[in-house]
């Protein structure tokens, strides 16, 4: 649905509450016919991974690039076609689960409806369906919201500082409520800038103490060099997985020596009080801390580790707000740019940023999505002091 004005607080609040009254989306989807993939980039190789692991066959993986990278050592398993190479009683009878989230679903679902597939779903809906095997959250359905949630949604959309953060929120809730994918004129899905909107830029400083909890492989850590130009005090990138650690080293020693110099690795999966928790390892960005993990991961509170950041960011696949429990104290003593990924449970519709609200006093607060899909939303939080010094 496209919506051609932004929304104030009183149009948010009337839309939110048109989201509430209509039937909410119907739920996961099981694997109940031979299951295809379409895309082959980062979120189809994630897709793979996972479904391999939680045993649940693909039959192959559709490209319009098949041709070009189906001879990449990832794929050299797997059965990787172009579009043309699947014949018409193939496209009829098989489950599609489209793993690309960087474009509206309608413009992806609808050329393939119409080129025959007749089972198009997004992938998450299909991943959620195995929640019982696996930790990723991005598919999870709001269902209906009750009174509590509208009342502290509507509080929550007051508080965005500028009414595109209020488009972005309805956005979100449109897609986990009822799986529509909703845009507004002036408020932009824009993937490249995650973590670093206009808003993040012009606040930087050439000392900031930036603190990555859920490094990954460094790719966050080489943007932010990268923006300040290798102007910064110091970097702690922190990243519980063997995998993405082992990768993160890589990343940061290929740095140039004074920027590694400056850059600390702590691998330890940060919470809301130390101890050891199953961990769910090798899922790639989706590994994380679960009841259904085969390892053990040792906690720690930020808060205990002695940081003091000008600036956090925060991608920990649905555990941001325990890990910002145990940050309290370091987030009101330091007062730094908070920047947290909200889109990875229900958490998100309004807790986690109810609780930033609520604990960040004179900040300023936006939200972002930078994919489609329901994924990408981002709660931006800057101290009201960097704002408006920023602004003269």
Same mark, same amino acid.
């Given at each position: 649905?496209?919506?051609?004005?932004?929304?104030? =607080?009183?149009?948010?609040?009337?839309?939110?509450?048109?989201?509430?009254?209509?039937?909410?989306?119907?739920?996961?989807?099981?694997?109940?016919?031979?299951?295809?993939?379409?895309?082959?980039?980062?979120?189809?190789?994630?897709?793979?991974?996972?479904?391999?692991?939680?045993?649940?066959?693909?039959?192959?993986?559709? @490209?319009?690039?098949?041709? *070009?990278?189906?001879?990449?050592?990832?794929?050299?398993?797997?059965?990787?076609?172009?579009?043309?190479?699947?014949?018409?009683?193939?496209?009829?009878?098989?489950?599609?689960?489209? #793993?690309?989230?960087?474009?509206?679903?309608?413009?992806?679902?609808?050329?393939?409806? @119409?080129?025959?597939?007749?089972?198009?779903?997004?992938?998450?809906?299909?991943?959620?369906?195995?929640? @019982?095997?696996?930790?990723?959250?991005?598919?999870?359905?709001?269902?209906?919201?009750?009174?509590?949630?509208?009342?502290? #949604?509507?509080?929550?959309?007051?508080?965005?500082?500028?009414?595109?953060?209020?488009?972005?929120?309805? $956005?979100?809730?449109?897609?986990?409520?009822?799986?529509? @994918?909703?845009?507004?004129?002036?408020?932009?899905?824009?993937?490249?800038?995650?973590?670093?909107?206009?808003?993040?830029?012009?606040?930087?400083?050439?000392?900031?103490?930036?603190?990555?909890?859920?490094?990954?492989?460094? #790719?966050?850590? $080489?943007?932010?060099?990268?923006? &300040?130009?290798?102007?910064?005090?110091?970097?702690? *990138?922190?990243?519980?997985?063997?995998?993405?650690?082992?990768?993160?080293?890589?990343? &940061?020693?290929?740095?140039?020596?004074?920027?590694?110099?400056?850059?600390?690795?702590?691998?330890?999966?940060?919470?809301?009080?130390?101890?050891? *928790?199953?961990?769910?390892?090798?899922?790639?960005?989706?590994?994380?801390?679960?009841?259904?993990? =085969?390892?053990?991961?040792?906690?720690? #509170?930020?808060?205990?580790?002695?940081?003091?950041?000008?600036?956090?960011?925060?991608?920990?696949?649905?555990?941001?707000?325990?890990?910002?429990?145990?940050?309290?104290?370091?987030? $009101?003593? $330091? =007062?730094?740019?908070?920047?947290?990924?909200?889109?990875?449970?229900? *958490?998100?519709?309004?807790?986690?940023?109810?609780?930033?609200?609520?604990?960040?006093?004179?900040? &300023?607060?936006?939200?972002?999505?930078?994919?489609?899909?329901?994924?990408?939303?981002?709660?931006?939080?800057?101290?009201?002091?960097?704002?408006?010094?920023?602004?003269?």
């Amino acid at each position: 649905m496209r919506h051609e004005a932004l929304p104030n =607080r009183d149009h948010a609040r009337r839309l939110l509450h048109a989201i509430a009254a209509l039937p909410p989306a119907a739920g996961p989807r099981p694997a109940d016919k031979p299951l295809m993939l379409y895309g082959a980039g980062n979120l189809g190789r994630m897709a793979k991974v996972l479904l391999d692991r939680i045993g649940i066959p693909v039959e192959a993986v559709v @490209d319009a690039n098949a041709r *070009a990278i189906r001879a990449e050592p990832f794929w050299q398993h797997t059965p990787l076609l172009a579009p043309d190479e699947v014949g018409a009683q193939r496209r009829g009878d098989c489950l599609l689960a489209v #793993t690309i989230a960087t474009l509206p679903w309608n413009t992806v679902a609808d050329p393939l409806r @119409d080129a025959g597939w007749r089972d198009v779903v997004p992938f998450y809906d299909v991943a959620e369906a195995y929640r @019982d095997r696996h930790p990723l959250g991005n598919g999870w359905f709001a269902g209906r919201l009750d009174d509590g949630d509208l009342r502290e #949604t509507a509080a929550v959309l007051d508080r965005w500082a500028d009414d595109a953060s209020r488009a972005h929120h309805l $956005q979100f809730l449109a897609w986990h409520c009822l799986r529509e @994918d909703w845009s507004f004129a002036g408020a932009p899905v824009i993937p490249d800038d995650r973590f670093f909107i206009p808003e993040i830029l012009r606040v930087l400083h050439d000392d900031e103490a930036f603190a990555d909890l859920g490094a990954h492989h460094g #790719t966050t850590v $080489q943007r932010f060099v990268e923006t &300040v130009r290798g102007r910064f005090r110091t970097i702690w *990138a922190i990243e519980p997985d063997a995998d993405n650690l082992a990768t993160l080293h890589r990343t &940061v020693g290929a740095m140039a020596g004074p920027v590694r110099e400056r850059i600390a690795i702590l691998p330890v999966a940060v919470a809301s009080e130390r101890r050891h *928790a199953p961990f769910f390892a090798g899922l790639g960005y989706a590994s994380q801390c679960s009841a259904l993990g =085969r390892s053990s991961q040792q906690t720690e #509170t930020v808060d205990a580790l002695g940081l003091a950041p000008s600036f956090v960011k925060l991608h920990l696949e649905g555990a941001e707000l325990d890990a910002l429990n145990g940050a309290r104290a370091t987030l $009101q003593r $330091q =007062r730094p740019i908070v920047v947290a990924t909200s889109y990875h449970d229900r *958490a998100g519709i309004w807790e986690l940023p109810r609780w930033l609200m609520r604990t960040l006093g004179d900040y &300023v607060f936006y939200l972002r999505t930078h994919s489609w899909c329901g994924t990408g939303a981002v709660v931006y939080c800057i101290p009201r002091e960097r704002s408006e010094h920023a602004s003269r």
